[in-house]
């Protein structure tokens, strides 16, 4: 089962002569089928390459004018998988794009620090860019229904949303391969890249963002507890967050004195991925974490949500010193949207704080009952 990706229309008009189209996202996020989807709706003439086979990299090695326009002959499109393979790859582009008339270009790629950093500077106004995420709640509507996604619920919560994991069969499968994803594919481009060379200290590291998910993380303590300075904790965060595995949220404050304005929350862009590290599979009435497995749950859907419609929304986390707090404030457009994350039944009001320094924000508190109408 094939489920269509909300991004696919949009990365379809955006295919054009002189352009390079870039997708890029966690390894086994589906971008190689959605690459042959958009290559096969194609009305032209096509190319889909391997960007891991030795014979394509050797033959556009020679950067040169001739050798592109005798490969690309006739050619309308070219598409590129894992490109960050290629070496000069940003080069290879600008060539292709600039002298050969008529030719669009998809090049798609694992890992944003490999491939977004090595087409950059070459592709400065010649490329536009998409990440693609795990499946998104909206991406599964277009199969199940809404009962039966609110049926899948718990599902989800513990095993993630990447495409292979939905549409598995059994939990002995999904624990399987998301113990491989995390064991042999996430990690694999942090850990090829020079002076990462002890795994295991990234793995601990890992770990103990993923039992503070939902909280405020200090560098300090981490090193101190990894047996690392504070530099090299952010250091890893930072690769780690290039290669979609954990994301930053920061503080939100402008107004007040008292409001906490340089700590961080991190999250997991699959819940899956979080309890695989955690191997911790356990049903939702046995854990004691559920209400960070939801927020994680929520906030990674409602980030998909924005990449997905090419929203640009800043998300923040919002506390003062004496406990007042909320889980998510988005500004987009000078306008502020508050959010309370709660699995049970809680309704709690927006703190007086807040509402008085920042007049006319909206508030809303999500549950399981009403998550579906924000992402």
């Known amino acids: 089962m094939v489920i269509k990706r909300l991004l696919q229309e949009k990365i379809s008009k955006r295919i054009t002569p002189g352009k390079v189209v870039i997708i890029y996202g966690a390894r086994r996020v ?3 089928v959605l690459l042959r989807e958009l290559v096969n709706l194609f009305e032209g003439k096509t190319l889909l390459l391997n960007g891991e086979d030795y014979d394509v990299q050797s033959m556009l090695a020679n950067r040169s004018v001739a050798n592109y326009r005798h490969l690309f002959n006739g050619v309308e499109l070219v598409a590129i998988d894992e490109a960050q393979n290629i070496p000069n790859i940003g080069s290879v582009l600008k ?4 002298e050969i008339d008529e ?26 860019k998409f990440q693609l995420t795990p499946l998104s709640c909206k991406e599964i509507l277009s199969v199940e229904t809404p009962f039966e996604m609110s049926q899948n619920l718990e599902q989800r919560m513990l095993y993630g949303m990447y495409p292979e994991v939905v549409t598995m069969s059994s939990n002995d ?12 594919y996430l990690l694999k481009d942090i850990l090829a890249v020079d002076g990462i060379k002890n795994a295991s200290k990234m793995q601990n590291l890992l770990r103990l963002i993923a039992l503070q998910v939902g909280s405020e993380v200090s560098y ?17 965060l930072d690769l780690l967050s290039k290669v979609f595995v954990v994301y930053r949220v920061g503080a939100f404050a402008r107004n007040i004195r008292k409001e906490v304005c340089k700590a961080g929350k991190w999250y997991f862009y699959d819940n899956g991925v979080r309890n695989a590290i955690l191997n911790n599979f356990s049903p939702l009435a046995v854990r004691n974490d559920v209400g ?8 990674s859907e409602r980030r998909k949500y924005i990449h997905n419609n090419l929203k640009y929304i800043e998300q923040y986390f919002w506390r003062t010193y004496d406990k007042q707090e909320l889980d998510l404030v988005e500004e987009c457009d000078g306008n502020l949207l508050a959010m309370e994350i709660k699995w049970g039944k809680k309704t709690p009001k927006l703190p ?9 924000a909206e508030f809303q508190v999500i549950n399981k009952d009403n998550y579906l109408d924000w992402v």
């Open 220 to 236: 300090d303590e981490l090193g101190t507890q990894l047996g690392m300075s504070k530099n090299t904790v952010e250091r890893y």
């Open 30 to 32: 589906g971008k190689t």
């Open 95 to 98: 060539l292709m794009v600039d």
């Open 173 to 184: 499968m999904r624990i399987e391969y998301l113990r491989e994803i995390v064991d042999s």
């Open 352 to 360: 007086n704080v807040f509402a008085n320094a920042y007049q006319g």
């Open 103 to 128: 030719l669009s270009v998809i090049a798609s790629g694992s890992s944003s620090f490999d491939l977004l950093n090595k087409t950059g500077e070459p592709l400065v106004g010649r490329s536009v």
């Open 292 to 299: 960070h497995l939801w927020e994680n749950y929520f906030l």
